[in-house]
């Protein structure tokens, strides 16, 4: 009577680790793949950059008029932005508000993978797309790259 139990229960554990086996291992393969796939999927934003500066003084000197933008140290230069946004028409209003202050800016794309932060810009790229008035586009760069700024504390 206890050989008819214990076979049939040995093969059934036997069968259900195989099965657990072969589940458990096509889930990580499936884990693998998705978290390749996510690291590679990256959102093209626009940087509007005003200039490269040797040194942190100069760029004081230089952005006098221009009351908010961050700055990155690359290559041995300080490159200064002054706002991001994931659309182009307004990258070219943006432009131009500080073309018309006398500012060079060169519009550059970037890759960003923080899914939040896009997010945000495409809300903040909704209401510059509602707006001509130069003062409250100013107001949304400036919210902009406070958001940015602390994205980029988080990840250090």
């Not at 800016?105 to 923080?114: A, F, L, P, R, T």
Request: glycine share 4%; aromatic share 12%.
């Amino acid at each position: 009577m206890k050989q008819k139990i214990i076979i049939p229960t040995i093969f059934s554990l036997l069968i259900g680790g195989y099965l657990g086996y072969l589940i458990f291992t096509q889930y990580n393969r499936n884990n693998v793949d998705n978290t390749v796939f996510n690291e590679a999927d990256t959102d093209a934003v626009y940087f509007l950059q005003q200039g490269v500066y040797s040194s942190v003084e100069n760029i004081e000197e230089n952005t006098k008029l221009i009351s908010d933008y961050i700055y990155a140290k690359e290559d041995d230069k300080y490159k200064v932005y002054v706002a991001i946004t994931t659309n182009r028409a307004n990258a070219d209003k943006i432009s131009n508000i500080f073309k018309e202050k006398n500012y060079d800016i060169y519009v550059k794309e970037v890759n960003i993978s923080d899914k939040a932060f896009v997010e945000k810009l495409k809300q903040y790229d909704q209401l510059i797309e509602a707006t001509e008035d130069q003062n409250v586009i100013l107001g949304i760069v400036k919210q902009v790259l406070n958001e940015y700024e602390l994205v980029v504390k988080n990840e250090q």
